[in-house]
């Protein structure tokens, strides 16, 4: 099973400021990796896929970028509706695999 | 716009089996290629991935630390798919997503049902 881990478990940032986002994959999974946000009593939202793509409708102040084993999640200037989980997901090999998320919170 | 929509009991009694259904609508389970998929996440924890299902080959994907217990089945003529998992626990609480799957990435989830084992 490829595990995923991400740092840090908690990020606090102020509006307007720039959060970065890591995850790492214990074996190379090439660029097969999403990301999800997740607003607390809501399912989860497909931001990213293929490391580096944005779904339909995610704003561009939402980029990403990696491959193998290091991944990076970007949100360029923090929007109040921006505070939230985020999870990183492989889907390279079965069974897919969840980091425990990383919480942004408001500093 | 495709909907996804979890149901089913929101108690089971300890060694009992969890059945949980999704109703999609906005597209049809038989006429697309994807997979369809159950994930959960336990109040205050992370997200676990169940089990999918690819119904053009019919093929059934499971989590190894639960497969002996879960079977993923779809029923087109209701435009659904299912999970089952047996000889539940207090550990099997979670909030229960179904999702669709294309290309293995979740993009539309349902809303989560809250299943809670307690006798």
């Known amino acids: 099973e490829i595990v995923m881990t991400q740092s840090p478990a908690t990020l606090s940032v102020s509006p307007r400021e720039r959060a970065t986002l890591s995850c790492r994959a214990s074996q190379s999974i090439s660029t097969n990796l999403a990301w999800y946000q997740q607003k607390f009593g809501q399912a989860p939202r497909l931001l990213i896929h293929?490391?580096?793509t944005r779904a339909t409708g995610i704003p561009a102040r939402f980029s990403a970028s990696g491959s193998g084993t290091e991944f990076t999640l970007t949100i360029s200037s923090l929007q109040s509706e921006d505070f939230a989980v985020y999870y990183c997901?492989?889907?390279?090999?079965?069974?897919?695999?969840f980091g425990p998320g990383t919480k942004v919170d408001i500093k | 716009q495709l909907q996804l929509q979890e149901s089913g009991p929101g108690l089971v009694k300890p060694s009992e089996t969890l059945s949980l259904t999704c109703t999609v609508s906005g597209d049809s389970i038989s006429s697309s290629n994807y997979y369809w998929g159950w994930i959960r996440q336990p109040p205050g924890k992370g997200l676990e991935w169940i089990g999918s299902?690819?119904?053009?080959?019919?093929?059934?994907y499971y989590n190894p630390s639960l497969k002996s217990r879960v079977t993923v089945s779809v029923d087109t003529s209701k435009n659904q798919f299912s999970l089952k998992l047996t000889s539940v626990t207090a550990a099997d609480t979670a909030v229960y997503y179904c999702a669709r799957q294309a290309f293995k990435k979740f993009d539309y989830w349902g809303q989560g049902t809250l299943v809670t084992v307690s006798s």
């Open positions: 299902i690819f119904y053009y080959s019919g093929t059934t």
């Open positions: 293929g490391a580096s």
């Open positions: 997901q492989q889907y390279n090999k079965w069974p897919f695999t």
